[in-house]
């Protein structure tokens, strides 16, 4: 029997087959771990990251740390959406990394998408 993290990795294979990032509209990738949520915009053709933000940023720590986790990772989102907007970044390609689209995950989104980013 497969492990969760072996099925996630599985999941991720499969979407990244059709999501790549380009200059353009680079990729939207979220990491969430048991207490933090990771998030950072890649341009795969120059291989390099553009923007990022997590709970662990020095702007929003101290406030995701006296909030739920779903309310941390709208922090996140608002965060990383400001960070894109700051550099003309307007679309992009979300990727959920093979976890599921709910939660805190779609928190982020939702977020991001309030926040003027589009994908």
């Known amino acids: 029997m497969r492990s969760r993290r072996e099925m996630r990795l599985r999941r991720q294979k499969r979407i990244r087959k059709n999501v790549q990032g380009t200059m353009e509209r680079p990729r939207l990738s979220v990491f969430r771990s048991s207490k933090h949520i990771y998030v950072q915009v890649i341009d795969d ?3 390099r990251t553009l923007a990022s933000a997590s709970t662990l940023t020095e ?3 101290e406030e995701c740390l006296k909030l739920k ?9 608002e965060l990383v959406a400001r960070r894109c907007l700051e550099q003309n970044i307007q679309q992009v390609v979300f990727d959920r990394n093979g976890f599921i689209y709910h ?3 779609l928190e982020l989104a939702e977020a991001a998408r309030k926040a003027g980013l589009k994908f």
Not at 69 to 77: F, Q
């Open 45 to 47: 053709a120059g291989q």
């Open 59 to 61: 702007e929003i720590r």
């Open 69 to 77: 986790k779903k309310d941390a990772a709208k922090k996140v989102g």
């Open 103 to 105: 939660g805190r995950v």
